[in-house]
């Protein structure tokens, strides 16, 4: 989760000011916390309220609470058209999205489920509350697995061939860096968020290989970012800048859950 956090905080000066380099500063005054981040705390607030999810409609419930609850504080946090009147509304059904919203805001869900199965089956509701969409739904599931195996010791190679299961990847960050453009759908935004994941070194590189594409910036590099978190881990001190990006509100909700998971 904190990954997902670091990485839409760098990447948000670039989302309409694309640069496409790996060579920036990772942080700086321009830098600020978008909807990617306040949606990702909402999932982890309505997780908070579990011990054990048995009933994902009631879940579903919860979570549209606390999207609500949470959201209404950030009018102007970066939302996309649909998601904020859903937001600012109090609408409670979901719009058939399939923008990458419901794979930013997933990766909570990786570190409270115990199994595979479980963090599958949590990300689809997560998603299905806005986005119920087959894209959107997949978007959630793929980076949610993902995170879960990375998180639980499996190797580079098992990821991509679990992420294959759900997008062709059959590019390189250099072969379409130049012609990318700003796609906000999880078909056009999440592979490439993968590859920036497979072609990295660390987590900072792995960031900054979001960050390199351009397009949709912030949500991007939140996607690979989360996947990223759990596989290589992150420093303390990058942990500690992103959180000092926080209000209260949200500083709250992020320590309540990494309390509750462990999150280290």
């Not at 640069?19 to 700086?28: A, C």
């Not at 590019?171 to 759908?185: K, M, Q, S």
């Amino acid at each position: 989760m904190t990954g997902a956090i670091i990485g839409d905080i760098v990447g948000s000066r670039f989302e309409f000011n694309n640069h496409k380099s790996k060579e920036f500063d990772l942080f700086t005054s321009k830098c600020f916390f978008t909807d990617d981040t306040v949606m990702t705390l909402a999932v982890a607030k309505a997780l908070c309220g579990y011990d054990k999810i048995t009933d994902c409609e009631k879940f579903k419930k919860t979570l549209i609470r606390c999207m609500h609850e949470v959201g209404i504080h950030y009018p102007y946090c970066g939302y996309g058209g649909r998601f904020r009147r859903w937001i600012m509304n109090k609408n409670t059904e979901p719009y058939n999205s399939f923008g990458n919203g419901s794979a930013m805001r997933v990766s909570p869900v990786a570190w409270y489920a115990e199994s595979l199965e479980e963090a599958e089956k949590l990300a689809k509701a997560t998603a299905e509350v806005t986005h119920n969409h087959p894209e959107g739904i997949k978007g959630a599931v793929s980076v949610t697995g993902a995170i879960f195996l990375a998180r639980t010791g499996h190797t580079m190679d098992e990821i991509k061939r679990y992420a294959s299961r759900f997008y062709t990847i059959d590019f390189t960050l250099d072969e379409i860096r130049d012609a990318y453009g700003f796609y906000e759908t999880c078909q056009q935004s999440v592979p490439q968020a993968f590859e920036a994941f497979f072609e990295s070194t660390d987590f900072e590189d792995a960031v900054r290989n979001a960050v390199s594409i351009g397009g949709d910036s912030d949500t991007i590099a939140a996607i690979t970012g989360s996947i990223a978190e759990a596989f290589y881990g992150i420093s303390d001190g990058l942990k500690k800048r992103a959180v000092s990006c926080l209000d209260e509100r949200l500083f709250n909700i992020y320590i309540d859950f990494i309390n509750k998971t462990e999150v280290n």
